[in-house]
């Protein structure tokens, strides 16, 4: 009996570590919140790249993560990406007709120890486009395949924000995401269930305000987070609150940091971001990430931040 009650006291109080654990994810600590006044400025363009010419400008994009001590691509993390079973390769990357095209294709290949059975493609802004706040957007078609990992995203700091991410095998499905890569991860999603949006391009774009972020496809709004939120961790307002204390979303972007932005066509591991082929699939040329324009917007009283 009383090892019975000392095994039900264990599992009790595993159940109040879990439950507080998954709070904590996404219910912060208390700040000061002034009550967020609206920031009602204009819209204006601060960078635009349209993917003109015959080739992708070298002073604008690299073609890795510049996270080599210099800048170049010779570090283990440079071409590799987190679950995926994809080395990015220059020649995967063309620009023609107006437009930015990523590819993949199954090959197997090696990159500083680590074997991939895949290589894929992806652009990085250089240093001088690099953002705190603002609008974000993107008008492209993501490729259909199983495994397929096209995505959209900012990162800089701790922070790393996902305008969308795809499954090439799910491509009714949007999602977006924000990450904290601090001491302690946090991260929270969002997703919505949508017609198929690779038969077309879309127009995707994230605007990122100093108390929240709100995501959009084809100017509609599929969902927001805020950087206040109640005891339950549900967003508040972004802006038009009373002023007070308040908890904070432990995932929300830190104010202090900056974002390059990053587009890139991976192929997932079987068990990783999604479904992933088991083996190497040779995709049909048409199996391409192809981009119309990207540009970022900032509110007049942002600029130059």
Not at 148 to 166: M, N
Not at 258 to 286: H, Y
Request: charged content about 30%.
């Amino acid at each position: 009996m009383k090892r019975r009650v000392l095994l039900l006291t264990a599992m009790l109080l595993a159940g109040a570590a879990t439950a507080q654990s998954k709070r904590a994810q996404r219910v912060g600590p208390l700040a000061y919140d002034d009550g967020g006044p609206c920031d009602t400025s204009a819209w204006q363009l601060v960078f635009s790249e349209e993917f003109d010419g015959d080739r992708l400008d070298p002073a604008r994009w690299r073609t890795w993560f510049p996270y080599s001590s210099d800048g170049s691509d010779r570090c283990e993390g440079c071409r590799l990406m987190g679950t995926s079973n994809t080395i990015f390769r220059d020649d995967l990357v063309s620009v023609s007709g107006g437009q930015l095209h990523l590819r993949v294709r199954a090959r197997d290949g090696e990159w500083y120890g680590q074997h991939k059975q895949h290589e894929g493609s992806m652009i990085h802004s250089m240093d001088d486009a690099r953002f705190t706040y603002g609008r974000f957007e993107v008008r492209c078609r993501v490729p259909r395949g199983t495994g397929l990992w096209p995505a959209f995203w900012g990162f800089g700091g701790e922070t790393e924000i996902d305008v969308f991410e795809f499954c090439g095998e799910r491509t009714g499905r949007f999602k977006g995401a924000l990450h904290r890569w601090g001491p302690t991860k946090f991260s929270n999603s969002g997703s919505e269930r949508m017609d198929d949006l690779s038969k077309d391009f879309h127009d995707y774009a994230v605007e990122w305000e100093r108390d929240g972020i709100s995501w959009f496809v084809d100017g509609r709004l599929v969902y927001h987070r805020s950087r206040f939120v109640d005891k339950r961790g549900r967003p508040l307002p972004i802006c038009g609150r009373t002023a007070g204390e308040r908890h904070t979303a432990p995932y929300f972007p830190r104010t202090e940091d900056g974002v390059n932005i990053i587009l890139d066509l991976a192929v997932s591991e079987p068990k990783g971001f999604c479904k992933g082929p088991r083996r190497p699939i040779p995709w049909p040329e048409e199996a391409s990430f192809d981009v119309d324009h990207v540009r970022v917007y900032q509110r007049r009283s942002q600029v130059g931040r």
